[in-house]
C-alpha cells in the first residue's frame, strides 16, 4: 500500500507543479492539503526532497525542437530552476543516448548564438516552459586528444623519412651520400619541437573550450601532417644540398632555434600558471625569467615564438618547402594574435595599449 | 571550368536566402561601375564569338579555329580576375574564396596549358571549350548586367540556369581533353619543372601537377554541377510562384 502511495503522489505533485504556481496561487486550500499530505509521506519516503512547507519549487520544462524541422524531439521536465544547461542536456542525453552533452548544441532562437553549458535555466525561462531548438554539432573530440594526434603525427611522420625508407628514396642513392650533419640537426630540432609540444599538452596546457568537432581534427591534422611530409621529403633526401654560408648559418640558425623554444616554453608555462591560479583579471606580467621579458612589447609572445622557431628552421635548413610552411604559420598566428590581441585590449585596456600583437613595434 | 557558380549566389539573395544578415547592396557608384565592367566583358565575349564564326565562315571547317581569337580570348578571360577584387572589396555579394578558385582554374588554362604548349593549340578540344566559355560568359556577364540594371528578362535568367547543363560538361571535356594532349610536350620540354639538388632543396614536375589537376576534376566537377542543379530549381521555380501569385 505504501507502494502504490509512493507511485501516486509524484504524479500529483508533478502535475501541480506543471502548472506552476497558478493553481497554488488560486486554491490555497489544495495547496495545504498538498503540503499536508506532503508531511504525512515525507517520513514514509526516503527520497523525497526537503520541501515541507511552502513547496513553490516550480519545475521548468524544456522542450526541445529540432533547428531545421521544427518538430519535437523530447521535452525534458522536472527541471530545477538552479540547473545549468549542462544538466539539461545530460537529460536529453538519457533520454535520446545518441547525442552525448558536448555534441549538442542548443539556441534560444533559430539564428541565435548557442547557448553556454553554464547558463542556469532560471535566467532563459519567460514562462514555465522553454523552448530551445536543438543541432547536432556532430562528432566531437577532446582538445587534448586533438592536439596529441595532431602532433605525434609529425614527429612519426618526419623520423620515418629520415631513416630513409626504402620506398620513399633509391636506396643506392641513399647509400652513397654522405649526409651533411646539418640534416642530423634537423631531425633533432624538429623532433625537440613535436615533444615540446606533447609534453605542453599532456603537463602544461589547461583547456577552456572543452571540445572541438571532429571536423577540425581531420582539417588540422591534413595540414600539418602533409606538410611535415614534404618537408621531411626534401631535407632528408640524398640530392639534398646544404646551406649556402655553411656552418656559420646552420649555428646561428639553431641557436635561434633553441632560444625560440625554451620561450615558447616558459610563455606557456606562465600562462597556464596564471590560468591555474585564476588570476584572470590582469595581463600576464614578465617575471625574473628574460624570455617572458616579450611580454613588456607584445602580448601573445608564444605566437611570437612559435613564428620565430619555424623561420630559424627554414634557415637553418635552407629549403624552400620549409619556407613556404612557414609562411603559412605566420599567416595563421597573425590572425589569432591579432584576435586575441582584441580580446586583451577590450579586458586590460591601458596596459595592452601600447603593445603589438605578435611582432614587436611592427604588428 | 564554368565560373556560372559565382553569381548564382548574387543573383539568390534577392530571392529569399535563408541568411539572416542582411547583405547592403552597393552603392551607387559600385552599381555604375559594375554595370560597365559587365557590359564590356558581354561585349568582348560577343566579339570572341563573332570572331569565331567569321574564321569558320572563312576556312570553311572547324579547326585551328583558335588562333584567330587568340588575343581577345586571353584579353577578356584575364579581365576576369577583377572579379575577385569585386569579392575582396565586398561590391559583389559572392565568396572570395570560391570566386578565386573558379577564376584561377580559367586563367590556368587559358596561359599555363593552351598557351605555354604551343603544339596544343591546333586541337579540336580547345575548340570545345572556348565555345562552351563563350556561349556561358555572354549570357553570364548579360544576366549581371540585366540584374544590377533591375530589369532581368526572364530568357536571360532561364538561360543562365539551363543551358549550364550542356554547356558545362561540355567545357570541362575541352579542358580535359586539352591537358591531355599537353601532357607527353610537357614531359618532353620539361617545362616549368625544377629537379634536385638546388640550392633551395625544392623539386617540381609539371607533368605530375597536371595529371593531379586533371584528378582533381573527379571530385569538383560533380560538386559544382548539382549545385548548379539545385540552384536552378530554386530559382526558376520560385519565378513560377512569383508568376502565378501575380
Known sequence: ?363 | MAASGSGGSRADNGYGSQQPRRRKGPGALATAYLVIYNVVMTAGWLVIAVGLVRAYLAKGSYHSLYYSIEKPLKFFQTGALLEILHCAFGIVPSSVVLTAFQVMSRVFLTWAVTHSVKEVQSEDSVLLFVVAWTVTEIIRYSFYTFSLLNHLPYLIKWARYTLFIVLYPMGVSGELLTIYAALPFVRQSGLYSISLPNEYNFSFDYYTFLILVMISYIPIFPQLYFHMLHQRRKVLSHTEEHKKSE
Open chain 1, 1 to 363: 500500500m505504501q507502494g502504490r502511495q509512493k507511485s501516486s503522489t509524484p504524479e500529483h505533485k508533478g502535475d501541480l507543479a506543471a502548472h506552476g504556481g497558478v493553481l497554488s496561487m488560486s486554491h490555497n486550500d489544495t495547496r495545504s492539503f498538498f503540503n499536508f499530505s506532503q508531511l504525512g509521506l515525507s517520513t514514509g519516503n526516503a527520497k523525497s526532497s526537503p520541501v515541507l512547507k511552502h513547496s513553490k519549487i516550480t519545475y521548468f520544462e524544456v522542450e526541445i525542437l529540432d533547428v531545421h524541422s521544427k518538430k519535437q524531439i523530447c521535452i525534458v521536465d522536472k527541471v530545477s530552476p538552479s540547473s545549468t544547461l549542462l544538466d539539461v542536456k545530460h537529460k536529453f542525453h538519457k533520454a535520446c543516448p545518441q547525442w552525448y552533452p558536448s555534441r549538442v548544441g542548443l539556441q534560444l532562437e533559430r539564428n541565435g548564438p548557442y547557448l553556454k553549458d553554464s547558463i542556469n535555466i532560471q535566467s532563459l525561462a519567460v514562462s514555465s516552459i522553454i523552448t530551445l531548438y536543438f543541432t547536432d554539432l556532430g562528432q566531437q573530440v577532446s582538445w587534448t586528444t586533438f592536439f596529441l594526434i595532431e602532433y605525434t603525427g609529425p614527429l612519426l611522420i618526419y623520423l620515418l623519412f629520415y631513416i630513409r625508407l626504402s620506398t620513399i628514396y633509391d636506396q643506392l642513392e641513399s647509400k652513397k651520400n654522405f649526409r651533411h650533419p646539418v640534416v642530423h640537426l634537423a631531425c633533432f630540432c624538429h623532433c625537440l619541437h613535436y615533444i615540446r609540444h606533447l609534453l605542453e599538452t599532456l603537463f602544461v596546457h589547461k583547456f577552456s573550450g572543452g571540445h572541438t568537432p571532429l571536423k577540425n581534427m581531420i582539417k588540422g591534422c591534413a595540414f600539418y601532417w602533409g606538410f611535415t611530409s614534404w618537408i621531411a621529403y626534401y631535407i632528408n633526401h640524398p640530392r639534398y644540398t646544404p646551406p649556402s654560408f655553411g656552418h656559420r648559418q646552420v649555428s646561428f640558425a639553431a641557436l635561434a632555434f633553441l632560444t625560440c623554444e625554451a620561450g615558447n616554453h616558459f610563455i606557456n608555462v606562465a600562462l597556464a600558471h596564471q590560468n591555474h591560479s585564476g588570476n584572470k583579471a590582469c595581463f600576464p606580467s614578465p617575471t625574473y625569467n628574460p624570455f617572458t621579458w616579450l611580454f613588456l612589447l607584445v602580448s601573445c609572445p608564444n605566437y611570437t615564438y612559435e613564428v620565430g622557431s619555424w623561420i630559424s628552421f627554414t634557415v637553418m635548413t635552407q629549403t624552400l618547402p620549409v619556407g613556404i610552411f612557414a609562411f603559412l604559420m605566420v599567416i595563421q598566428m597573425s590572425l589569432w594574435a591579432q584576435k586575441k590581441h582584441k580580446q586583451y585590449l577590450k579586458r586590460f585596456y591601458p596596459e595592452v595599449r601600447r603593445k603589438a600583437a605578435m611582432i614587436p613595434v611592427i604588428f
